[in-house]
Every structure is written in structure tokens, then in C-alpha cells.
């Protein structure tokens, strides 16, 4: 079984290196139960609408398997949120969570939508200028989840993870793919089968009524 291994919040801070611009990467663990709605977790803060929020990616994971991996190569050890996740979940590997599995914390049931890619603010949340590039090579994007069923969490509850039964696009897959500008079509009408973000729906339905 699965572990929620915490619960993390951001408030909005300055971007480091930026005079006025914010973000809500900073986000530190939280004790008690957290309301989780289907627009994310309760008091969490979004300011960069555009690229993050929204029904499709209302939660992140990120998995304390590629902590590990991190704090093995980083040589320090590294705090659940500093990658910006809402929930840390021990006992499932990070790379092989697909487009379309579940994540069932008590009442709470949350689908893997897309992964994360890597950003200026993560590389400035790190300190390092090249660490998007770093992120995306690693393969460990975490994943975006909708909220099918809302709820409270609290960290140290089980986890239960349904993974898919149809088409296994998984997070590494879909991250690998960041930047191509040529993508398989058989690839994508794959992915389609999956219940994909709405953003990556639209773009490979675009790609591939262009090819007829």
C-alpha cells in the first residue's frame, strides 16, 4: 500500500532573482486535514494561471522513489514540496504512472492527466539556471491529476493506486516528448485513448487531422 507522505502548500513569494514577479513553487508540508476540491488543495496558491491550475491539473504529484533519485544525485538530501508537488505519495514508482490512473486517499479520488514540465521558477527555485534542463533529462516529471472526487487529506494516510487498464501512457513517455516537433501518429492515437489533459487532447486531435 501506498503512503501520502505530505501535504504541501504554497503562499506567494517573490521568484528568486525577480524584482516583482511571484510564484507559488515554495510549497512546505502541512499537519491536519487539507480540504481538496476539485480546483486543487485549499489555500494553496495559483498565480501562474496559465501554466498551471485549472480542472486538468488541479493537484501534482511527486513520489518519494524520485526524491531518492534526486537527493542521491544532488548529493543532499531534499524535503518533500521543494519540487513544488501538493502531495508527496511514498510506495509507487514515479516514472511508471501513467495517463488515467488513480490515486484514492480515503474519499478523495484523483486521475493522472499529464506530467510536469519544467519551468524558469523551478530552475530559480533551485538555484539553478540549468536545472529545467536537468529536470527534463532526469525523466521524473511527477504527474498532474484532476479531482474526480473531492475531500480532505492529511499526510501519513494510505494510499490506494488503480493504475489504468487501457492504453499505458506514462508520465516519462509524455515528458520524453517535450520539445519534438514530429510526433509519432500511431503514438498519438494511442495516447487518445487515454483520458489525457484537455490541452494535450486538442493539440494531438490538431496534429493529426492535419496529416489527412
Not at 77 to 82: A, H, L, R
Not at 103 to 128: K, N, Q, Y
Not at 182 to 207: C, I, V
Request: proline share 5%; net charge neutral; aromatic share 8%.
Amino acid at each position: 500500500m501506498a503512503i501520502l507522505a505530505s501535504v504541501n502548500i504554497g503562499q506567494a513569494e517573490p521568484i528568486p532573482g525577480k524584482k516583482t514577479a511571484q510564484t507559488g513553487i515554495f510549497k512546505r508540508p502541512v499537519a491536519g486535514e487539507v480540504e481538496l476540491t476539485r480546483e486543487g488543495l485549499a489555500g494553496d496558491a495559483i498565480l501562474d494561471r496559465r501554466h498551471h491550475g485549472g480542472k486538468d491539473q488541479a493537484v501534482y504529484l511527486y513520489f518519494a522513489d524520485d526524491y531518492a533519485w534526486w537527493s542521491t544525485t544532488l548529493g543532499a538530501e531534499i524535503d518533500p514540496g521543494v519540487f513544488g508537488e501538493n502531495l508527496t505519495i511514498g510506495g509507487v514508482e514515479g516514472r511508471n504512472v501513467a495517463i488515467g490512473d488513480r490515486f484514492i486517499i480515503d474519499e478523495v479520488v484523483l486521475e493522472v492527466t499529464s506530467h510536469r514540465t519544467p519551468c524558469l521558477t523551478l530552475a530559480a527555485r533551485m538555484g539553478d539556471s540549468k536545472f529545467a534542463k536537468r529536470f527534463h533529462q532526469a525523466g521524473r516529471p511527477g504527474a498532474y491529476c484532476r479531482v474526480l472526487k473531492p475531500g480532505t487529506v492529511h499526510s501519513g494516510e494510505p494510499v490506494r493506486h488503480e493504475p489504468f487498464a487501457g492504453e499505458r501512457i506514462t508520465v516519462a513517455d509524455l515528458m520524453a516528448l517535450d520539445g519534438v516537433r514530429e510526433l509519432d501518429p500511431d503514438f498519438m492515437r494511442r495516447a487518445l485513448k487515454a483520458p489525457l489533459h484537455h490541452k494535450t487532447r486538442e493539440d494531438y486531435q490538431h496534429r493529426l487531422a492535419r496529416l489527412f
